[in-house]
């Protein structure tokens, strides 16, 4: 088993910065890799980005690239979600997700952390 657990989301004003971290725990030597989705009210789950678990590979919803960022903390076990430039279609509730190695779906889906973008 994998606990996913998130922090770091809040209201922001549009044009601002958030920085959302996911805790990553219990069989981690099994995960491939770790993503972000997120689910804004009244609209399907959208995939945000997604990292390698070595850290060396990620990727974005066209949506984000060129704002958001996703990294992986090695020594902490975390991966981060550096948002910038936001606006209110970015509200949403934001989820870690993660796929056990050789597996293309989520496995694994934390809590999740609101993230609320004022106009």
């Known amino acids: 088993q994998v606990q996913l657990v998130e922090s770091g989301g809040g209201l922001v004003q549009a044009g601002g910065s958030l920085r959302l971290a996911c805790l990553a725990s219990g069989r981690t030597s099994n995960v491939g890799a770790v993503g972000w989705i997120r689910q804004a009210p009244g609209k399907e789950r959208e995939f945000v980005a997604a990292?390698?678990?070595?850290?060396?590979?990620?990727n974005y919803a066209d949506s984000v690239k060129g704002r958001f960022t996703i990294s992986r903390d090695v020594a902490k076990n975390t991966v981060s979600l550096e948002m910038n430039s936001l606006g209110p279609g970015d509200t949403a509730v934001y989820y870690c997700?993660?796929?056990?190695?050789?597996?293309?779906?989520?496995?694994?889906w934390g809590q999740g952390t609101p993230v609320t973008v004022s106009s």
């Open positions: 990292i390698s678990w070595s850290g060396t590979i990620g």
């Open positions: 997700t993660a796929s056990l190695i050789g597996r293309d779906t989520w496995d694994y």
